[in-house]
């Protein structure tokens, strides 16, 4: 239980265009979701936490319009990439949580490498 | 505002070695304390948590926390290291509001065999 899925895994795209990265609870609802950014060898870093219906909270220093989120199911949160630039290369994680997790407990999916060229 | 720190950027065990990873977290009170692994390219999985009760915490594949208030860590132990251990390790603290975790700058273990 509690799978996490995201897609793609992997994308390429240049810059200048959007790009939606998708994240799913397979088996449960999702009342919470969170995006995180992590760049090579460093630690994940919060971008945002998404509640089902509800606009994101954004994490200070991330940019709201560049990085926009749509919690709008309880299955399913996206995170588009508006006019994607080189340094926005990155590996996107997202995670969930539902009413039945414990404290703090939240589900990773497997990641999402993009790549602007 | 809660922090997590790992000391050690890189380790190198032997397999069949035993290991430990250090952690420690800056916190009022007591936290929520999460270790994770991450093999590359991949997302997270959870080897072990602590809430509350028994210091000592058993997780998957043979890993093993310890929760010691009195110097704010919370260290992951493994016995015997396999070759299949090798990745990258981090510890996460949960606190405050707004269920977020916070992470450390994680440790990268190789194994050698």
């Known amino acids: 239980g509690a799978v996490v899925s995201q897609h793609p895994s992997w994308v390429i795209c240049k810059s200048g265009t959007s790009v939606k990265i998708e994240c799913r609870s397979l088996?449960?609802?999702?009342?919470?979701m969170f995006w995180y950014r992590q760049f090579p060898k460093q630690s994940l870093m919060l971008m945002a936490t998404s509640n089902e219906g509800s606009k994101a909270t954004y994490e200070q220093g991330v940019e709201k319009d560049k990085f926009l989120i749509n919690h709008a199911s309880l299955t399913l949160s996206t995170l588009t990439v508006t006019s994607a630039h080189p340094e926005d290369s990155s590996f996107y994680i997202c995670?969930?949580?539902?009413?039945?997790?414990?404290?703090?407990?939240?589900?990773f999916g497997p990641g999402t490498r993009l790549t602007v060229t | 505002a809660q922090s997590v720190t790992q000391p050690d950027i890189h380790i190198t065990v032997s397999e069949g070695a035993s290991l430990e990873l250090r952690c420690n977290y800056s916190?009022?009170?007591?936290?929520?304390l999460f270790w994770y692994v991450q093999s590359p390219g991949q997302g997270l999985q959870l080897l072990l948590k602590y809430f509350s009760g028994d210091t000592l915490v058993q997780g998957i594949k043979g890993f093993e926390a310890e929760f010691k208030r009195s110097q704010s860590s919370f260290n992951l132990r493994k016995p015997s290291v396999h070759w299949s251990d090798a990745a990258e390790y981090f510890c996460?603290?949960?606190?405050?509001?707004?269920?977020?975790?916070?992470f450390g700058t994680g440790t990268r273990l190789q194994v050698t065999l």
């Open positions: 088996d449960f609802q999702a009342t919470t």
């Open positions: 996460a603290v949960g606190a405050g509001t707004a269920s977020k975790l916070t």
């Open positions: 995670s969930a949580r539902d009413w039945a997790s414990g404290p703090y407990e939240q589900y």
């Open positions: 916190y009022g009170a007591t936290p929520y």
